[in-house]
């Protein structure tokens, strides 16, 4: 079993940046792929980014390319999504997720998840 608590969300204004954190526990943190997933009010979860056991391969949605940038740290068992140039459309809860090797980590196919963390932009 994999734990998975995220930190680092707050409200912050258009054009803000923040930075979310998860930690993990309970795996080798270097077999598990991690991703960030959001979900806005009254809509469906929806992928963000993820990044391989060791970090060489990272994926993103289009519409936060070149915004976010996510990395890891497995030294610490951490994930953290770097997150720039904020729009209120990137108001969400955004969830740390989790999965065993590095296939189909772009989407929503995701073993573990935390409980995530509101992000509030306001314009």
């Known amino acids: 079993q994999v734990q998975l608590v995220e930190s680092g969300g707050g409200l912050v204004q258009a054009g803000g940046s923040l930075r979310l954190s998860c930690a993990a526990s309970?795996?080798?943190?270097?077999?598990?792929?991690m991703g960030w997933v959001r979900q806005a009010p009254g809509k469906e979860r929806e992928f963000v980014a993820a990044i391989s056991g060791y970090g060489g391969y990272t994926y993103y949605t289009d519409s936060v390319k070149g915004r976010f940038t996510i990395s890891r740290d497995n030294a610490k068992n951490m994930v953290y999504l770097q997150m720039h140039s904020l729009k209120p459309e990137d108001t969400a809860v955004y969830f740390c997720?989790?999965?065993?090797?590095?296939?189909?980590?772009?989407?929503?196919?995701?073993?573990?998840w935390g409980q995530g963390t509101q992000v509030t932009v306001s314009s």
């Open positions: 997720a989790a999965k065993i090797g590095r296939v189909g980590l772009v989407g929503l196919d995701y073993t573990y």
């Open positions: 309970g795996r080798t943190f270097s077999s598990l792929g």
